[in-house]
């Protein structure tokens, strides 16, 4: 499974307009083949910082879901509400 971490800071005045688009989005994403899940969490100290959390099952499924006409327009409404520059991580679970 691929742990897929995008860190976003919005403008102030624009946070709660992203979690209302997150939170009508993320049945669509959850729906996408190879979506395990999709969530908001939210930072602790700067409420105006956010971070996604999504597990795919490989790389390939998130590359069709980011390619995808739906994501093209969802990320489109989103860039113009941050404050800086979002951050995106890939990662894999460490197994022992």
């Known amino acids: 499974m691929l742990h897929r971490f995008v ?10 307009k992203f979690k209302k688009l997150f939170h009508e989005v993320q049945p669509t994403i959850e ?11 939210e930072d602790a100290d700067a409420l105006n910082k956010v971070m996604t959390f999504s597990i795919w099952e490989n790389q390939e499924a998130l590359d069709r879901y ?5 994501f093209i327009t ?23």
């Open 74 to 96: 969802t990320w489109k409404k989103t860039k113009v509400l941050f404050k800086e520059k979002a951050e995106a991580f890939s990662m894999f679970e460490v197994k022992k």
């Open 31 to 41: 729906s996408f083949e190879g979506c395990q899940s999709v969530q908001l969490l």
């Open 66 to 70: 980011r390619d995808s006409e739906f």
């Open 7 to 16: 860190r976003m800071s919005f403008q102030k005045d624009n946070i709660d």
